[in-house]
């Protein structure tokens, strides 16, 4: 298990929470970049874990050319984990694009 010190631990998952994600799908405010589209068997479930010349980390979207950081200790880097967003797709529907608040 990692831990936030750990390269590749960010993003974290905007709706449920859970970093050090193998695959994940970027935010994005406009859903129709991502359209429905669930992360289907057979389609690797891997986000690239790359390094820019600044030596900063980055993991890849699954859907789309776009990375997100993926620095140790990158607070607020947030992405959809895969069970997230099949989940809303798969019920026809987009995931949220802000933080859920949680009752107390």
């Avoid at 129709?32 to 900063?56: M, Q």
């Avoid at 997100?68 to 947030?78: E, I, K, M």
Wanted: glycine residues 12%; aromatic residues 10%; hydrophobic residues 35%.
């Amino acid at each position: 298990m990692s831990h936030q010190g750990y390269e590749g631990w960010f993003p974290e998952c905007l709706i449920c929470g859970m970093g050090n994600l193998g695959g994940i799908v970027c935010l994005t405010a406009d859903g129709e970049v991502h359209g429905l589209t669930p992360i289907v068997a057979g389609r690797s479930g891997i986000s690239d874990l790359v390094r820019d010349d600044a030596s900063h980390r980055w993991k890849q979207c699954l859907l789309r050319d776009h990375r997100v950081l993926s620095d140790p200790f990158a607070w607020g880097s947030r992405a959809y984990c895969i069970g997230c967003w099949d989940h809303f797709t798969t019920q026809g529907m987009f995931p949220p694009t802000t933080a859920l608040s949680r009752p107390e």
